[in-house]
């Protein structure tokens, strides 16, 4: 059974950091890229960044550009989102999502339960 | 970036009538989009991909059609647990993919 489990949210001031993993199981990991989503409280679905699984292509949406950085482990079956500079608008629950598809074509096949991340002072 | 739009943001039908929900690209997307169910507190679950195509485990009272810009989501005869919220995303031109701002479907 696939399963992707996220941790790491909490409460951080703006301007501060925050590391959020995601733990991967049931399928082969390092054969797929992965991404993170994110959900504002009450708002729709926004896409955050992608990783190829060598880790050879990364993409960010450019509202995250320049301070969020995504990584992953393969031998421990984990994704990672390093963030920085955070600002309210970063306030959202994040998901990390297996896409499914080929080439640059991908949906969404299985996400995580989420992790919330509120920047407030 | 593509935009993608829903219609309309809330529907109210009653169980065991049709649902018919609208989502509408910027530009053709091909049949590149995805549907996505949503209940409060959970993660989106994936409906249909490639415009028409059911997911593993997906009741067939589902149903996509559509290409290019016009895509439509149809429920058949509507279950108690499929009142949640409906998301479409265009997955043709990536990075990045974009999603709806989401339909909700609620009881009548």
């Known amino acids: 059974e696939v399963q992707l489990v996220e941790s790491g949210g909490g409460l951080v001031k703006p301007g501060g950091s925050l590391r959020l993993s995601c733990a991967a199981s049931?399928?082969?990991?390092?054969?797929?890229?992965m991404n993170w989503v994110r959900q504002a409280p009450g708002k729709g679905l926004e896409w955050v960044s992608s990783?190829?699984?060598?880790?050879?292509?990364?993409y960010y949406a450019d509202s995250v550009k320049g301070r969020f950085t995504i990584s992953r482990d393969n031998a421990k079956n984990s994704l990672y989102l390093q963030m920085n500079s955070l600002r309210a608008e970063d306030t959202a629950v994040y998901y990390c999502?297996?896409?499914?598809?080929?080439?640059?074509?991908?949906?969404?096949?299985?996400w995580g339960q989420g992790t919330l991340v509120t920047v407030s002072s | 970036e593509i935009v993608m739009t829903q219609s309309p943001a809330t529907l109210s039908v009653s169980p065991g009538e049709r649902a018919t929900l609208s989502c509408r690209a910027s530009?053709?997307?091909?049949?590149?989009l995805a549907w996505y169910q949503q209940k409060p507190g959970q993660a989106p679950r994936l409906l249909i991909y490639g415009a028409s195509t059911r997911a593993t485990g997906i009741p067939a009272r589902f149903s996509g059609s559509g290409s290019g810009t016009e895509f439509t989501l149809t429920i058949s005869s509507l279950q108690s647990e499929d009142f949640a919220v409906y998301y479409c995303q265009q997955y043709n031109n990536w990075p990045p993919c974009t999603f709806g701002q989401g339909t909700k479907l609620e009881i009548k």
């Open positions: 530009q053709s997307v091909s049949s590149n």
């Open positions: 999502a297996r896409p499914l598809g080929s080439g640059t074509k991908r949906y969404f096949d299985y």
């Open positions: 049931g399928f082969t990991f390092s054969s797929y890229s």
């Open positions: 990783i190829s699984s060598s880790s050879s292509y990364i």
